[in-house]
């Protein structure tokens, strides 16, 4: 299976931002980067996890309590569904659905998979980081000029 590195990731969201705008000579990092992170925003805010505020003193805030939002609700969010393999989001069948014994292995797999993200709230991960590691997240991110989100 193939799965891009989040670097690999944002950068084809920063080209793919930079040719839907070929009128500006420059963007610079912060605005490519803002313009990326809105659209998160944005998502997260249909989909109920978020509140967005207006005005001057504007900005966002969690719909719920961290401990009642999930990593998978972000996730679900952000990606829409997951499955770890194609044949078990569809309902048409391969050439291979009589004989074939790992559908329902890896539907299990996926939905174990499901679980635990659905157990770790928001909260979990605002407690798992330590102050310092934070620090230094935000440093980095900085001295990138792109801004991450860690789930």
Known sequence: MLKLTKKA????????????????????????????LAKILQLLTKNGLLRSHAGMNGGYALARDARQISAYEVILAIDGPFFITSCIKGAKSC???PSCTIKEPLARVNDTIAGVLKSISIQDLAEHEQPAARAHGDRVQAAHGLVALTL
């Open 9 to 36: 990731d944002y950068g084809l969201m920063a080209l793919k931002y930079l040719a839907e705008h070929p009128e500006t000579p420059a963007l610079s990092a912060k605005d490519v980067a803002d313009a990326l």
């Open 95 to 97: 050439e291979l659905t």
